[in-house]
Structure formats: C-alpha cells, structure tokens
C-alpha cells in the first residue's frame, strides 16, 4: 500500500449534519502549501489573504495578496504578485517599519525537500526575509525585501515582541524566532537550533539593518513542524508552544533566571521503529469559557495521522502559566488509519483553533491533505477520500474528551485560515496541499472558504434511507451578510446551487448566470 487513501476515519462521534457550504477564492492554482489571514493595516477589521505554493525546481513561486472584497470594494478577491521566491516555507506578519502597515515575514530558499536541502553558507538557504507592505493597494511593484537571517533547513518562525534578553534588547522591540526543522538534508536525528534575531537599527530606520541572531535553544529540539505565538503571556513577554519530535512543548524566557526555559505538555505518540517520526506535528490552544487556555489540540506526529487533544482538570490553573505545569492528560480522538509505508507519512497538515457563533467553548479544525496521487487518478476510490479535506472537532464533553466531528471541506487541505473574513463570524479558509514531487492529490490546486455558522442558519446535508435531505434555514433567521448556500449538481455545463437570502440582503450574478425564486420574490 502506497498511500493512505483507503483507510477508515475516526473514533470521534460525528454529526448527523454535515455543513457544505463552500466558495472557491482561487482556483486552479500552479501548485499550494501555505495560507494566512493578513491584516494590511495594524488596525485593519477584516484581513486579506496571502497564499502560495513552494514553488518548482528552476521556476520560482509566487507570493500572492488575495485582497478582501470588503476591503476593495470589487466584485471578487483582487490577485497581486507581491515577491517572487524559491522554495518559501512559512510565513507571519508584524508592522517592523512602523508605518502602521504590516510587513510579512517569510522564509524561502528552504530547497527541494528533506533530503535536499540548500545550505545556508553556500546557496543562501533557509534565509528569513521581511517584505515591506508599501502602504498602497494600488502599487504592482514587488514588497521590498529586508534581509533578516539564514539556517539550513528553516522551515517555521514565530513573530516576538518584546522579548528581554541579557539586557541586549528594549521592550519595544520586534524579534523573529526562527526554527529549522532539520540543521542538514535527510539528517532527522540531529537536534536544530532555536534562534532568535534582533534588529540592530531600533528607531531611526527599522528592521533595514542587520539583525543579531542569538541561540535560544542550541541542541533541545528535533523536527519541530509548528510554531504559535502566546502575546505578553509572560508577564508582558511573549511565549511560543512548538510541536515537534520532543512533543508539544511550551518556550520562554525565564526573566528572573535570564535564560531560556522550556515545558514539555505532552509527548505526542511514542517511537515505533523503523517509523523516523514521533511526537507532535501541529498545535493551537483552545479557549474554555474565561480560560483562554482551556485545552490543546494536536495532530500527531509529523505529518501525521493522529488527532488529539490535551485536557485538564476543572480546578487546574487556568490561562498561560498552565503550560508551564504538568497537568495535562492526552486523549486520542481519530486515528486516521495506517501511514503510507514508503515514507511513514500520513495525511494531517495543520491544526487550527476555532470559535464557532457564540459558543463559549473553541472548537478546533484540521487540514488534512489527503492520499498521494501514487496510483491512477481514474480509480474512483482517489476521487472523494476520507482522509482528504477539513474536519472540525467540537467538544460535547470535554472533561471525558467526547468531540463532534464534521467536515466542512472535501478538498485537500494543507494550511488553514481562520478569521472573520467578510464578517464578525469566524470563516475558514484552505488551501489545497500541493507539492509535486511530494504529494499532489485527484484535484486542483485551489483556495477556498467555508462558513462556520449555527445549525438555525446553515444549509445541512442528512442522509433520509437512500435519499438526500437538505435541510435549509428560513431567511428570516440568516444574519446580515450571512448568504448560506449549497452546490447541488452540474446540469449542461452549469452548476445548480441553492442560496438563502435574508430579507432585504442581494447578491451578484455573472452575465450569463441565472436565478429562480422558490420561496419568496425578488
């Protein structure tokens, strides 16, 4: 067996109701690995998107701003080639001029793989760079880029405000901390560093100068394959939670002791030879009622088939300063069947927190990029996986680790995005896991969005004996710039697609598009 195409989803219990809703931002694209929400102006309400693949071998990617429709008052999501780059991994955003514009922070020239890695003293490799946002919608001009710093391997980093180490730096400055996941091609026992870089140029030109890099963590960390930031949880520092070999783990520093500290939360799954791969593979924190820490969820280990979560008791500490107590206790939610035994690979990409309507609780979602397209693309059983898609995991229990699951997208997913994109509700957006020479699924490449709505104000799939029922909410209960809708079928080259309109509420058709009304008028 090549792939994990073919195995079973899931001991996590899930709805009856599945929530379809879906919109395509862009597609087809040349290929697809990273997507993030990005706010343009510090004090921007709704973001952007920027999105990318990793590129090809003598043929740059492109670094795309995917502009919100609510931000430039145009019909559709705007596309503008900000920077051009070989192999770009991850990427973040801060406001490092100072100009209340964010500027992205990313790191490219990673190489073509694991195996294959481009050294950092002899081709440039794993260079982190800082793309200055030029403050106007309208420039076509590639963003500026700053160089920030290079480690063989970079494949993660993390924004750090404020971090006050051995009196070298102020408060008000802005740090990067950059986390190669291996320090040398197809080296994946080797610890790799943690570093951390400084601008040196603090008032009069920022960030256009040299950055000092400095070594948080010299020999602790192996294959660490995310990294999210925790703001001024450390008496106003910040803290960084990675997931990696050595498990979920929590970074900070210790200002009394003036050193670099660390937690382990929990180890992940554990070694089974001759599988290269165990731990962790993604992290995000979930918020409980007045607990901004209220569990973790986790994937695991590194592109992984394993969901699960880490809980705590109700009397545990609550926020920030729980990561750094032992408390946690790991349940396994899904187990997304067996890896593909080539490689030891499965299926899951990223987690991501989620707040669904006005539920106390986070729910919490994964990217899963789904089988590789080992075998003929014509086998029907490569069209629709299991293991392809998003899934959303909602606590109905937490304290016995009981979680809902659905799944909102049957598309593969490699990264997710989530924000209130066009309103105040929480959308998810994903963008297909595409790296050819890697793993390339049955579908396009595309970036596509899907709304988390309450069960009163979405349209549902169930299954009726061997029909299909739809069940549709009433327009007088959608909330404002709310438009539930469904695709149905494809009927002489058109999509049929049912759409609920709120009283009063309009929506834009193309030239050749055309409309029916089945309750109410137009």
């Known amino acids: 067996m090549c792939c994990n195409s073919y ?17 395509h931002v862009a597609t087809p694209l040349p290929d697809g690995y990273w997507l993030h929400a990005f706010p343009y102006e510090k004090n921007a309400k709704l973001p952007d998107l920027i999105g990318y693949g990793l590129g090809f071998a003598g043929k740059p990617a492109s670094i795309k701003l995917f502009e919100n429709p609510k931000n430039t008052k145009s019909s559709g999501w705007k596309v503008t080639e900000i920077q051009s780059m070989d192999f770009p991994v991850a990427m973040t955003y801060a406001d490092i001029s100072g100009n209340g514009h964010n500027d992205v922070i990313i790191c490219d020239r990673y190489g073509p793989s694991m195996g294959d890695l481009w050294d950092a003293k002899t081709k440039d490799g794993g260079r982190i760079q800082w793309l200055e946002n030029p403050g106007d919608r309208t420039s076509q001009a590639y963003w500026k880029a ?28 802005i740090q990067v901390m950059g986390l190669p996941i ?3 091609s197809n080296d994946l026992t080797s610890p790799a560093p943690v570093l951390i870089f400084t601008p040196t140029d603090k008032s009069t030109n920022p960030g256009r100068g040299r950055w000092i890099e400095e070594v948080a963590f010299a020999k602790e960390f192996r294959l660490v394959h995310e990294a999210v930031l925790i703001p001024g949880a450390n008496d106003g520092l910040d803290m960084v939670i990675v997931a990696g070999r050595e498990g979920t783990v929590l970074l900070w520093f210790d200002q009394e002791a003036k050193k670099w500290s660390y937690n382990i939360i929990g180890t992940g799954l554990p070694e089974t030879k001759p599988n290269p791969y165990w731990g962790s593979g993604s992290v995000d924190i979930c918020k409980v009622g007045d607990d901004s820490v209220g569990y973790v969820a ?14 705590k008791d109700d009397n545990a500490t609550k926020g920030p300063a729980s990561l750094k107590e032992n408390v946690w206790k790991r349940v396994e939610l899904d187990n997304f069947g067996p ?23 986070d729910s919490f979602g994964i990217a899963c990029m789904g089988a590789r397209k080992c075998l003929s693309s014509s086998s029907p059983r490569f069209s629709r996986s299991e293991n392809q898609g998003v899934y959303i995991y909602t606590p109905t229990d937490l304290a016995k680790g009981k979680f809902e699951r659905i799944k909102v997208s049957d598309e593969s997913a490699g990264r ?24 390339t699924g049955p579908d396009p490449p595309s970036i596509r969005i899907n709304d988390i709505q309450s069960h009163r104000t979405a349209i549902f799939a169930t299954k009726l004996n061997k029909e299909i029922l739809l069940r549709v909410p009433r327009p007088s209960v ?42 109410g008028k137009l």
């Open 182 to 184: 291996i320090p040398a």
């Open 339 to 361: 890896l593909d035994t080539a490689g030891f690979t499965g299926t899951i990409h990223n987690v991501h927190a989620i707040k669904i309507g006005d539920n106390k609780f």
């Open 146 to 173: 700053h160089h920030i710093g290079n480690s063989t391997g970079m494949h993660r980093r993390a924004m750090c405000s404020r971090f006050d180490v051995a009196g070298h730096f102020t408060s008000s400055i």
């Open 298 to 311: 986790t994937c695991e280990a590194f592109h992984g088939n394993t969901v699960a979560v880490y809980i």
């Open 478 to 519: 959608v909330p404002e710039e709310i438009i539930p809708q469904i695709q149905l079928m494809t009927i002489g080259g058109k999509m049929n697609s049912i759409v609920i309109l709120r009283p009063g509420a309009s929506m834009k058709l193309g030239q050749k598009d055309g409309a029916k009304v089945i309750y």
């Open 416 to 439: 997710l995005a989530v924000a209130g994109f066009t309103h105040h509700n929480k959308q998810v957006r994903s963008i297909s896991y595409y790296v050819p020479g890697y793993h």
């Open 7 to 23: 195995s079973n989803a899931a001991t996590a219990n899930d709805a009856s109701a599945q929530h379809v809703d879906e919109h």
